[in-house]
Nanobody
C-alpha cells in the first residue's frame, strides 16, 4: 500500500508563507500527475493545484498568483509554495499522485492554520 507523506504545515500569520512537501516513496513519481487538495471544517475537499507528469500546472482561482506547485522527480517529491496566506486558506492539505491507468494515492494530510 503506497502512502504519500506530507510535511510543512503549521500556524502562520496572515500574509505569511509556508512550503508544503509531499514525499512519494515506493512509486516512480515522474510518471504520475500530482495535486494538492484542501478541506476546511464543514466543507468538501477541493482542488488547490495540480501538475501533470510533463510539468503543466493548474490552480484554483482562489490561490492563483499566491501559490506555486512544483515537483522534483529525482527526489520523488511534490511541493506547494504558499505566499500571502489568508485566514480562508486554513484547512487540512492533502497531496495526491495519480496515473491514468487508475492508480491513485493520497497522503494523511497536514494542517495549515492562518491567523488574522
Amino acid at each position: 500500500q503506497v502512502r504519500l507523506v506530507e510535511s510543512g504545515g503549521g500556524l502562520v500569520q496572515a500574509g505569511g508563507s509556508l512550503r508544503l512537501s509531499c514525499a512519494a516513496p515506493g512509486i516512480i513519481f515522474s510518471i504520475y500527475a500530482g495535486g494538492w487538495y484542501r478541506q476546511a471544517p464543514g466543507k468538501q475537499r477541493e482542488l488547490v493545484a495540480n501538475i501533470t507528469s510533463g510539468g503543466l500546472t493548474n490552480y484554483a482561482d482562489s490561490v492563483k498568483g499566491r501559490f506555486t506547485i512544483s515537483r522534483d522527480n529525482a527526489k520523488n517529491t511534490l511541493y506547494l509554495e504558499m505566499n500571502s496566506l489568508k485566514p480562508e486558506d486554513t484547512a487540512v492539505y492533502y497531496c495526491n499522485a495519480n496515473h491514468r491507468i487508475g492508480l491513485d494515492y493520497w497522503g494523511q494530510g497536514t494542517q495549515v492554520t492562518v491567523s488574522s
